[in-house]
């Protein structure tokens, strides 16, 4: 096995899965003003989330059941299918119901990629190989957003999903050629069927609830499913979340930072562009540098963290990065009650993203470690599941927060102007004016949770225990050479 060709393939499904994150955050203002439905905005971005969130963890154990390989490779099927029929929506309702297809294959790329480096390199190599994801990150960072701005404007907001068909089928060609997965002894296990289904239900109702869809109902529908998910985790065979990993102190904090984490940075990746072209008027490609800095940050970061794994304890890494971003959290918010511009913006979300990249790559090789190879991918997929999870439901409860502050003072009509390419020019100054200053004051709101969320995050730093390093060859690399 080659491992140079391997990460190749790994690095362009990376950066796929990045440029995703800032394109469409870049381009959705626009996609609303031309779909109309202001009251979905959010649920684009959920949805996407929904399903990458409830797949992560199915996703993870088949890696672990089936082979790296194969289960990668269906994933980034599922992912460009669901990019293409984006692409071509005729509304609103469609494009959710596609991005729904592109984000259940989307919740195979990430985790099952770390699982493959997990598998193939030491602890001290994984920390450099977070730096080269962390430079992915940069450089689609530093072009997505301008990118989702220049085709927006030139190309038309569709080009934004058809963009990544061929960095997805060229990731494709490369891990058939060159990967293998190490032989596995035994029968494969059986997929945990009833535990997936009941996942889905759970989690739907859940963000059903949550963004303001008939909470009565589907509230305490989360409830039962969660009960029953756990029962029959407790009873099959092969769980698909092993309930026995959250014994383990180091995945269990792990866990509730990630979720906060997630919260935070989804929410800001989806709502400060909408504040940019809005309430300051901005272009989206204005939009999209607004938050290109954390998307900057995090990778910088993540490379500095790689190299210091080796001289420093995790804890330190992670406690750090958790206080960057519940600091960057509260200035973000005090930014925006100040009526701030984009400039100060971009410096907060550049500390923001170096607190993400120091936090989020130790807490990954954190988890691998105490994890072992036999549930590494599911390991690796719980961790990523709650942080999704918790983006999904941060996004979902903080629309609905949106659309109920602004409900009946900003009518969607008025709202489709203000983000359209004259940002409601042709409106009347006093009907723009007025509706300008409750859409901020609504923004203000959504950022006072977000930063509440930070500090949360923030306060779990010192309930991360010690991790014992082994510097042992990974078994298939030993078995390649």
Known sequence: MRRGPVVAAIVLSMFMSAMEATVVATAM??????????ELYGWVTAIYMLASTVTIPLWGKLADLRGRRPVMLAGMALFLLGSVLSGAAGGMVALIAFRGIQGAGAGALQPVALTIIGDLFTIEERGRMQGIFGAVWGL?????????????????????????????????AMLVTFYRDPERSGAPGRLDVAGAALLTV?????????????PAVALPIAVLGLA??????????????????????????????GALMGSVMMASLTYLPLHVQAVLRGTPTAAGTAVAPMLIGWPVASAVAGRLMARTSYRVLVRTGLVAVGVATFALWRLLHAGAGTSAMRAVMLVFGAGMGLANTALIVMVQERAGFAMRGVATASTMFFRTIGGAVAVGALGALLAGQVAGDVPEAVLREMLGPEHGAGLDPAVLHAAGGHLAGAMVTVFGVIAVLGGLAALTGPFFPAVQRHSTRPRDVVAAE
């Open 140 to 172: 689609a960072a530093i072009s997505g957003p301008l990118l989702g701005g220049l085709i927006v404007h030139t190309l038309g907001w569709r080009w934004v999903f058809f963009v990544n068909v061929p960095f997805g089928l060229l990731s494709a």
């Open 29 to 38: 203002p626009t996609v609303v003003a031309d779909l109309h439905g202001i």
């Open 202 to 214: 759970t989690v739907l109702a859940l963000l059903a609830g949550v963004g303001g869809r008939s």
């Open 228 to 257: 029953a998910f756990l029962a029959v985790e407790r009873r099959a065979a092969e769980p698909m979340i092993p309930l026995s990993l959250f014994r383990d102190p180091v995945i269990a904090t792990a866990s509730v930072a």
